[in-house]
């Protein structure tokens, strides 16, 4: 696959590392001249230094045989006029990163049909979904849904108080069925097996049947609570969309949103239904404890200071807030973030890479998303007539070190499996696999084993 992506940012450098690792050919079109250097220096990635709107930069690239082009610079104009000239050369497949309101929340049409762009993505709508996940979740660091939302797969801390910290995995109550498709402890993604323990401190990744996830939580000790009083910090665009996404969800919770900017705070005010706003500074201690605080069950961070952010999201946790969530542009500091007492930091520009790497993956792959610090993989794909593993016993197949299978979907059915289970073609399968492992699983079940 030939895939030309403009603006080298963090998105656009995530992408084309990815695609690059993955043996595609990839073009990265990039206005400034210091960046493009950097890229050329670190990807193996041909780069071309200009703008990504101009056809003879295109055409430079080499647009006429390209699949794909992916438009991730910061101006959302240049992102869009980079595409429509991309179809113009009947380029099959473009994606373009735009945040003004203006171009995507338009009440009478779908901008992707006006525009003739395939996908339109919106960091803030991304990261605003990303967050009410964890709201309608409260107990989970991270949740994915699979197969149409039929399979759930949740991220959640093993603390010291955890029913689940020393116990074996295969001691565990599996009444309910669920897999514990992988662990991460101290910087390190595993696969685990039944014998492996989990210890105070890790990070484990259940899937379940969606429909069944709380019935698993409970089988295995861990017990959910309802989120049903939120503060938010900053009535931004992210601000803004957490509460529509809660308000369309019909979710049953009081939402506090606190914003700095007075003549912001009108505009958020008429525009959401339920949400309460204040006009007011999230780092003033008398205003936090005036609003009660220290009474809510989410507080969530998403002014456009990374500094903020923390600042109150650590005096939210000292006023007796049981989770924390922050916004922060910055992804170097993420894991600084975490160190410090702050449960959840999710970065809008790897959101948006993740969601844009989830939508160009080739056909049999459905989704993709990326766990841990080793860039392991849930994958989610349709098992291929005539693949090795079709119409055979799971213990009979060999998977790879580090993958697994988490779950079937077949028809209507969510299928746990076990070692007896049957895959069957057409069979929509979530894998867990560390990024080594990857083409060897994808053997399996796509076109006979072979590439």
């Known amino acids: 696959m030939k895939a030309i992506i403009i603006g ?105 049909s006006l525009l003739g762009i395939d996908l339109i993505i919106n960091p803030e709508r991304v990261t605003a979904m990303e967050i009410a996940k964890i709201v309608m979740n409260p107990v989970a660091l991270n949740v994915e849904y699979y197969s149409q939302g039929r399979v759930q797969l949740m991220e959640l801390l093993v603390d010291e ?58 089988t295995i000790g861990v017990q959910q609570r309802k989120a049903e009083h939120i503060i938010v910090l900053g009535g931004g665009r992210t601000g803004y969309y957490i509460a529509q996404i809660l308000e369309e969800k019909r979710q049953p919770v009081k939402i506090k949103i606190i914003e700095k900017d007075p003549k912001r705070a009108r505009e958020v005010s008429h525009l959401v239904q339920n949400a309460m706003v204040i006009n007011g500074d999230g780092s003033d201690l008398d205003l936090l404890e005036s609003e009660n605080v220290g009474q809510a069950d989410i507080y969530i961070a998403v002014s456009n200071d990374d500094k903020l952010n923390l600042l109150s999201s650590l005096i939210a946790r000292n006023l007796g807030v049981p989770k924390t969530i922050a916004k922060v542009k910055r992804s170097d500091i993420m894991p600084l973030m975490q160190q410090v007492g702050v449960d959840v930091v999710f970065s809008p520009r790897l959101l948006t890479a993740g969601a844009i790497l ?7 792959i459905i989704s993709v998303t990326v766990l841990g610090e080793e860039r392991a993989e849930m994958i989610e794909l349709i098992a291929q007539p005539g693949s090795i593993a079709v119409n055979k016993e799971l213990y009979k ?50 076109n006979g084993g072979k590439h």
């Not at 990265?28 to 041909?46: F, G, P, T, Y």
């Not at 910087?187 to 996830?213: F, K, L, Q, S, W």
């Open 8 to 112: 080298a940012g963090k998105v656009g450098f995530s992408i084309a590392q990815l695609l690059s690792s993955e043996e595609h050919d990839v073009v990265v079109i990039e206005q400034d001249e210091e960046r493009s250097q950097i890229i050329d220096q670190v990807l193996d990635v041909k780069v071309i230094n200009g703008s990504g709107a101009s056809w003879r930069v295109l055409e430079n690239a080499g647009v006429r045989q390209a699949d794909m082009v992916v438009a991730v610079t910061e101006l959302d104009e240049l992102n869009m006029i980079s595409c429509l000239l991309a179809k113009q050369y009947g380029v099959k497949t473009t994606v373009a990163r735009v945040r003004s309101t203006d171009y995507v929340e338009t009440p009478y049409f779908s901008p992707e």
């Open 161 to 218: 108080n955890s029913p689940l910290a020393g116990v074996k995995i295969n001691t565990l109550d599996s009444s309910n069925k669920y897999n514990i498709v992988a662990v991460t402890r101290k910087h390190r993604t595993i696969v685990p097996r039944g014998d492996d323990i989990v210890y105070a401190g890790d990070h484990i990744y259940i899937m379940a049947n969606t429909d069944n996830m709380q019935e698993v939580l409970r």
């Open 358 to 364: 989830k939508y160009i993956r080739r056909g049999d």
């Open 397 to 446: 197949v060999k998977f790879p070190r580090g993958a697994v299978l988490g779950a079937i979907s077949r028809g209507d059915t969510v299928i746990i499996p076990n070692g007896s289970s049957v895959i069957r073609a057409g069979d929509r399968l979530i894998v867990f696999s560390i990024f080594n492992s990857i083409h060897k699983v994808e053997k399996l079940f796509i």
